[in-house]
């Protein structure tokens, strides 16, 4: 019988672009986690659309990244195939008052494009480190603004491959880092945003002032998934671990930021165990603290801090 990785192949996708045992380290921001079965680009819709038929066909277990900026994976790695799109999927044209983009596009890119093409409504996303699909997967937002405000359509292909779904942004169920996609297991493939006419100047200073405001106060000089925890529907999750006495505390490699309690970062070395052990505690001693039962924010692959 062939192996996996041939009847990956046999669907077209060049050898280059599978890859095995592939630390994940290599592809999340937090720059830690253990090896991929197999890593996959995938450059195409057929591409995509064969992959999904195959792998659902076999139910080998596989996964969709983006940027990989908000995703922690166990040490132990995944036994299945990731897949990350790429090619085709990074294309982006502006139209109008409307931005039509690739899932696989990064976030600052596209809200580069608006701006040199005078659009505003982007320029929160402007330091989000992810790509577009993974933003409108978890209704990413900043500084006020969210997906939710300016995406119109999104094209959704169904986890077999068998079909592409068009969909209005009022049909994703937004609401707080959710998006119908997370309940459906649909891939977004592609988006429409709908922005509005504005002065560039104007939306290159508020883009640079939001970048200051970011550097400032937030720990980008080290590995992160950005914010470790949701905001809880009481205060504030960055205050709640300062208020606990928790900023600078450190298991291994791992440390709650002095800079942003909200975030935890890798200082160096840190391993994934590092990181989930560090959420236990803090996750507790909140508890312990506030009564506030904190969630996780970052994407957990093959651990818990349950």
């Known amino acids: 019988m062939n192996s996996l990785r041939q009847r990956i192949a046999s669907l077209r996708i060049p050898e280059e672009r599978i890859l095995e045992n592939e630390p994940m380290s290599r592809h999340t921001s937090f720059r830690v986690g253990g090896k991929a079965d197999f890593f996959v680009d995938v450059a195409a819709e057929q591409e995509l659309a064969a992959l999904l038929a ?26 299945g195939v990731i897949l990350h799109l790429t090619g085709e999927f990074e294309n982006a044209e502006a139209s109008g008052e409307y931005i039509t983009a690739g899932s696989a596009r990064l976030l600052s890119s596209v809200s580069s494009l608006a701006a040199e093409n005078g659009l505003t409504g982007m320029e929160f996303a402007s330091g989000i480190p992810g790509s577009l699909g993974g933003a409108v997967f978890m209704n990413a ?64 200073a508020r883009i640079r002032e939001l970048t200051e405001k970011r550097n400032a106060k937030q720990p980008v000089n ?58 236990r505690l803090v ?8 009564g506030i039962l904190l969630e996780p924010e970052v994407r957990i692959i093959g651990g818990s801090i349950d």
């Open 54 to 79: 195959l792998l659902t066909g076999e139910s080998v277990p596989h996964l969709l990244i983006g940027n990989g900026s908000d995703l922690l994976f166990a040490d132990e790695g995944y036994r």
């Open 141 to 204: 937002g900043a500084y006020g603004g969210e997906m939710k405000d300016i995406v119109s359509r999104v094209w959704v292909m169904a986890p077999d491959g068998s079909r592409i779904e068009e969909k209005t942004g009022g049909e994703m169920d937004f609401s707080y880092r959710h998006s119908a996609i997370q309940d459906n297991s649909g891939i977004v493939t592609r988006v429409e945003l709908k922005l509005t006419p504005g002065d560039p100047a104007q939306i290159r």
């Open 283 to 290: 996750r507790a001693r909140v508890y312990e603290h506030s």
């Open 222 to 279: 080290y590995p992160s998934a950005g914010s470790t925890f949701k905001r809880p529907s009481k205060g504030y999750a960055a205050a709640l671990i300062e208020e606990a006495g928790l900023k600078g505390v450190s298991v291994g490699g791992a440390e709650v930021s002095e800079k942003h309690s909200g975030f935890i970062i890798n200082k160096g070395g840190a391993t994934a165990s590092d990181v989930l052990e560090l959420m």
